[in-house]
Nanobody
């Protein structure tokens, strides 16, 4: 089975930082647009960031623009999400997912594979 394994979540105070990682077990991420999305209890799923297969283009939700950075290391077959200046409203379960190469967009939820998620909790 294909697995995407997220890590790096945790509890942090507002203004702090976390770095999430996503390491697929069998797929090569270089063949996919990759995405991070999140979901908090009682709220709708929200696309956070997406990155093209070669890393040349990145896309962000307005709510995280300027605070989060998505990146990928295709040689290590790993996707990252650097989260800075965290706010309480960023509290959610964060998931990584594969998307088709096109369209590579933050609001594309037509996932191929997705992980089990890693919890991020931001306290004030």
């Amino acid at each position: 089975d294909v697995q995407l394994v997220e890590s790096g979540g945790g509890s942090v105070q507002a203004g702090g930082s976390l770095r999430l990682s996503c390491a697929p077990s069998t797929v090569r991420i270089s063949t996919y647009c990759m995405s991070w999305f999140r979901q908090a209890p009682g709220k709708e799923r929200e696309g956070v960031a997406a990155i093209a297969g070669d890393g040349a283009a990145t896309y962000y939700a307005k709510s995280v623009q300027g605070r989060f950075t998505i990146s990928r290391d295709n040689a290590r077959n790993t996707l990252y999400l650097q989260m800075d200046s965290l706010r309480s409203e960023d509290t959610a379960m964060y998931y990584c997912a594969t998307l088709p190469m096109y369209p590579c967009a933050v609001d594309n939820f037509v996932f191929g594979y997705r992980g089990q998620g890693t919890q991020v909790t931001v306290s004030t």
